[in-house]
């Protein structure tokens, strides 16, 4: 079984602060996903990222793919209330059966006002 | 607009009890999931269907069951529910690509407790 590892687990920062979340893995990927969890809700697709070195913007989330496609990380600039939620990341990858994803344990991220 | 909808929100059930969590979605998407959720360990894949009464077993799929008779429906059975099966429950679907991971979409979830 391939793992993901997140961290940190649990963030707690003010309205206007970075932050930066790490997903890392020993298994290469071939994508890697970012979804984000509100109280009550399923997760959210974020991002999907295919390219090793590849970054993408989503107004004011980074996100980038490691060169060996084995690590991913998120980048928040001057977070809201708003980006308040469950961070998952999740790998792509494929087994006897199709494709699949392998998720990470979260980062759970509380912004205060 | 993508629709993946679970039959429950909450529920209670007894040790012992059979218990049916169903998921039903409108995309006509092959594959389908369960996952279960618990704080820490993120998403743990239960079972997963990728055809009409096709299954195959994730990562954990000691104590539950899968039927899958339409495409749009799957649906989890605990056969005989324990109390260490209380967790959030997450089902999922996705259109079958290729090799390049394809966005999961997520049901609401169902929050079981068994007592």
């Known amino acids: 079984t391939q793992l993901l590892e997140q961290s940190p687990q649990f963030l707690s920062i003010q309205e206007g602060e970075n932050l930066t979340v790490y997903c890392n893995s020993s298994?290469?990927?071939?994508?890697l996903q970012w979804y984000r969890q509100e109280p009550g809700e399923g997760p959210v697709l974020l991002v999907t990222?295919?390219?090793?070195?590849e970054v993408k913007k989503l107004k004011r989330l980074t996100f980038q793919f490691g060169d060996a496609r084995k690590d991913s990380s998120l980048h928040i600039t001057a977070a809201q209330p708003g980006d308040t939620g469950l961070y998952l990341c999740?790998?792509?990858?494929?087994?006897?059966?199709?494709?699949?994803?392998?998720f990470g344990g979260g980062t759970r991220l509380m912004v205060k006002p | 607009d993508v629709k993946v909808t679970q039959s429950s929100r909450y529920l209670v059930k007894r040790t012992g009890e059979k218990v049916f969590l169903e998921c039903v979605q409108d995309?006509?998407?092959?594959?389908m999931f369960w996952y279960r959720q618990d704080p820490g360990l993120g998403l743990r894949l239960i079972y997963f269907?990728?055809?009409?009464?096709?299954?195959e077993k994730g990562d954990i799929p000691e104590g539950y069951s899968v039927s899958r008779e339409k495409k749009e429906r799957f649906s989890l059975i605990l056969e005989s529910a324990s109390t260490n099966q209380t967790s959030m429950y997450l089902c999922?679907?996705?259109?079958?690509?290729?090799?390049?991971?394809?966005?999961?979409?997520f049901g609401q979830g169902t929050r079981l407790t068994v007592v």
């Open positions: 999922a679907s996705s259109l079958y690509t290729g090799a390049f991971g394809t966005e999961a979409f």
């Open positions: 298994s290469v990927f071939s994508s």
């Open positions: 995309m006509d998407h092959e594959n």
């Open positions: 990222v295919v390219t090793g070195g």
């Open positions: 999740a790998g792509g990858g494929w087994n006897n059966a199709g494709n699949m994803l392998t």
């Open positions: 269907s990728y055809d009409v009464k096709m299954k």
